[in-house]
């Protein structure tokens, strides 16, 4: 019998929650005094664990992958999943269990690895490629494959600085897609770049997961796990709770999100999602008057807030906010780069809240998850933190007017509509008398 090309065996992975550094606080009560001082208050928080806890993002996993096998993982943000592919990748040690790889193995967890914003395009293929184990000989080889799959050939030999974040993230995604490996695992980047290269990302993993290559596949897209994916992982608090067919792991999943989550939050830097420059600290959904709360009338305006903290002085941050519906489609995006005050601007370290306005009169009611990006100076820094607050919109009626009926389309927007009369019914007296 052939031996699996992936096997776990009791992996577990701890932190130690430590002091933080950031410089504008100690820990929760600093984050709060902080906020009290910029905002004249702050919301209530979680109670904080205590410095020096222990917090396993990992506990006792086990499974097996044959090869060929395509796996989706899924599970909430914080359930263990880029954890556990940094385990297989050899990225991070497990504390505790054994995780054995059969094969060259190439990952996608992080678009970007390698990039330089002051080197050309082309110039950053080469280094980026190097970094994630290609040689240069390869790199020649399929370099034509790689800037023809971005897009970006005619900008090629412009530093990477001046492109726009969706170029920068297409060439990003195309080296690490053109990687030779036996076993491949990649972590939620099908949200790169326009809708039609997302569909080119998609085809590239189809083509993956068909090669007969193993592939571990950790997205919230649960539309491409049903369509990619032979088997899934569910993941809850750093376990395995289920392990079976797709639908049936996506059925068990959708039914465990009926309790719906408006805000999340990350008590310190220390624990917090994030990388060097900014850290993930709250996302809340809330009404006009800044309440948090899962349902709101369509109506009525709704606010996403995020809260994240600068870690270096002077960098230039964004935030990006975008919404889905059940069925795992964008109905919208929106990001900060008009925003008056900040926008573009050397920050201070320390914390800072971004919030976004959605008007009422826009949504259709149903449930939504909330997707939010940080980036930073000129969008060479990104990260995606995916479903991290969850919301319903309900039907207030507003628009109904005296009709009952079922509405199209993925939102709900308040329209201006006139109506004038033209001419007199010259032109109907031949359709009159015929019918007279």
């Not at 059925?251 to 309790?259: H, P, Q, V």
């Not at 230039?316 to 109905?331: D, H, Q, W």
């Not at 920050?347 to 939504?368: A, K």
């Amino acid at each position: 019998m052939t031996a699996p090309v992936i096997e776990a065996q009791g992996l577990s992975k701890r932190y130690i929650l430590q002091q933080p550094a950031t410089g504008f606080g100690s820990g929760l009560a600093g984050s709060a005094r902080w906020l009290r001082r910029m905002f004249g208050s702050a919301p209530r928080p979680k109670p904080m664990p205590t410095l020096g806890a222990e917090f396993w993002a990992l506990k006792d996993v086990s499974f097996s992958v044959s090869q060929g096998d395509v796996v989706g993982i899924v599970g909430k943000n914080g359930a263990g999943k880029t954890s556990l592919l940094k385990i297989l990748a050899r990225i991070t040690a497990p504390t505790a269990g054994i995780a054995k790889v059969r094969g060259r193995v190439g990952s996608i967890l992080e678009i970007g690895t390698g990039f330089n914003p002051s080197l050309t395009g082309l110039q950053n293929v080469f280094l980026s490629a190097a970094i994630l184990g290609m040689r240069e000989e390869e790199t020649r080889q399929r370099l034509e494959e790689i800037v023809e799959f971005s897009g970006v050939g005619k900008f090629i030999d412009v530093p990477v600085k001046h492109y726009s974040s969706g170029m920068y993230a297409r060439l990003a995604f195309s080296v690490v897609a053109h990687l030779r490996h036996e076993i491949l695992l990649i972590d939620e980047v099908l949200a790169v770049g326009d809708a039609s290269f997302q569909k080119k990302c998609v085809g590239k993993l189809h083509g993956e997961a068909t090669s007969g290559r193993t592939v571990l596949f950790v997205s919230h897209n649960l539309a491409s796990v049903a369509s990619l994916c032979n088997r899934a992982l569910l993941l809850e608090e750093g376990r395995i709770t289920l392990d079976g067919p797709p639908g049936a792991v996506i059925d068990t999943y959708l039914g465990r999100l009926k309790e719906l989550q408006a805000t999340s939050i990350w008590e310190s830097p220390d624990v917090a999602p994030g990388n060097s420059v900014f850290r993930l600290h709250a996302v809340r959904v809330t009404d006009a008057a800044g309440r948090p709360g899962v349902r709101h009338a369509n109506s009525n305006d709704v606010l996403i807030e995020m809260e994240y903290w600068n870690l270096r002085e002077g960098s230039r941050l964004g935030a990006t906010i975008a919404v889905f519906n059940p069925a795992g489609l964008c109905v919208f995006g929106s990001l900060s780069n008009h925003e008056p005050r900040w926008h573009g601007q050397a920050r201070p370290r320390g914390l800072f809240r971004s919030t976004c306005r959605i008007p009422g009169n826009l949504m259709m009611d149903g449930i939504y998850t909330l997707s939010v990006l940080l980036w930073a100076d000129h969008y060479t820094e990104m990260m995606r933190f995916d479903r991290v607050a969850e919301f319903e919109i309900t039907d207030s009626g507003s628009l109904r007017g005296d009709y009952f009926g079922g509405w199209e389309g993925c939102i709900l927007p308040q329209l201006e509509w006139t109506c004038e009369h033209v001419e007199a019914d010259r032109a109907l007296a031949s359709v009159s008398g015929e019918h007279g």
